[in-house]
């Protein structure tokens, strides 16, 4: 549904939007925040011992997760038939995180999961393999709600609406050793991000927005309305559209030996004004820098804007927010 922005359109935000690449970003930012150890990011909280008091065929009691923090370690799982880990249905499971994913369908927007997607690693032991595939939905508290299969992803994130709901997917509770999950990275688009001053490569890309402002809105599955303005006349709107997030996925570049330099892409749903059609697809990173924002679009896939990455001559446009220089060039 159709929404009108909060701020995005107002004269003052013009005005400064039309201003930031002549005034450049001043010095003024706020002191990081401590992180306790205890509290992580992304596919970093599958790690813990959950137990379940689901009586579904197949479905475990207990599961053992371990998750090094260690950069581009594998996770090993083990699944058991009882709470006291004595019955093991697959032990020494061995996976590697490959994306995250917002549930597809949800008839509660306010609590709309995102699973965090495994795969098990060739070479795991046989009885592994009814586990090919695991996603986790974690809840603020560490415990978590499972589902896993030998299909595909897009079955695990709900794609497949087929599958009865009382065995599509069973919540456990940590009893040991769980993290507590940061937000993800996407809400993080809200506001207004202007193109990075002194960048040669961007400044002379009069394909790239001078400044892109976005509206998150308030429940989780609101369509995100992002407005691109003109790379030459910055107070004119190039598009207004409206965007789901569809995934968040590892650099091709960085991964495995980092799975934390992750993009957030964005399908285009709504077209409100001007050339939405352009931006089709948009990849947004915050990895580099904090305060920096990397941005790719285009009309083609989110794969083909991911392996860019892997073009030694390609240059990523980086965007800040306008009052800080972190992750700015002056």
């Not at 992304?42 to 579904?56: E, I, K, P, Q, R």
């Not at 065929?57 to 799982?77: H, I, R």
């Not at 590892?250 to 077209?271: C, I, N």
């Amino acid at each position: 549904m159709r929404r009108t922005p909060t701020s995005t359109l107002n004269l003052l935000g013009l005005l400064m939007i039309a201003a930031a690449p002549l005034m450049g970003c001043d010095d003024s930012t706020d002191a990081p925040t401590e992180t306790p150890e205890t509290t992580v990011v992304n596919y970093l909280a599958a790690h813990g011992t959950f137990v379940s008091d689901a009586t579904t065929a197949g479905w475990p009691k207990l599961m053992s997760l371990t998750t090094p923090l260690v950069p581009g370690s594998t996770s090993t799982f083990s699944f058991y038939d009882d709470v006291d880990g004595q019955q093991a249905i697959a032990e020494g499971c061995t996976y590697q995180y490959n994306r995250s994913q917002p549930e597809v369908t949800w008839d509660e927007p306010e609590s709309r999961p995102v699973w965090v997607m495994f795969e098990l690693v060739t070479g795991a032991p046989t009885e592994c393999d009814a586990f090919r595939f695991v996603g986790f939905a974690f809840g603020v508290t560490g415990d978590l709600n499972v589902r896993f299969g030998t299909q595909s992803y897009d079955e695990l994130s709900g794609a497949v609406t087929d599958v009865a709901k009382d065995t599509w997917s069973h919540p456990f509770r940590a009893v040991e050793g769980a993290r507590t999950p940061r937000p993800f990275h996407y809400v993080e688009a809200g506001g207004s991000h202007v193109l990075e001053p002194g960048v040669v490569s961007s400044a002379r890309d009069r394909s790239l927005p001078s400044a892109i402002v976005a509206d998150i809105g308030i429940d989780a599955s609101d369509t995100t309305e992002m407005t691109f303005f003109d790379h030459d006349r910055p107070e004119l709107i190039t598009a207004r559209c409206g965007f789901q997030v569809r995934y968040t996925m590892p650099d091709p570049l960085s991964f495995p030996g980092d799975k934390l330099d992750v993009w957030d892409a964005y399908e285009m749903v709504e077209s409100y004004e001007g050339n939405c059609e352009a931006f089709q697809y948009v990849t947004l990173s915050w990895a580099s820098e904090p305060g920096r924002m990397l941005f790719r679009y285009g009309d083609t896939g989110f794969f083909e804007l991911l392996d860019l990455s892997l073009d030694s001559e390609f240059s990523t446009a980086r965007y800040c927010r306008p009052g800080s220089t972190q992750g700015c060039s002056q």
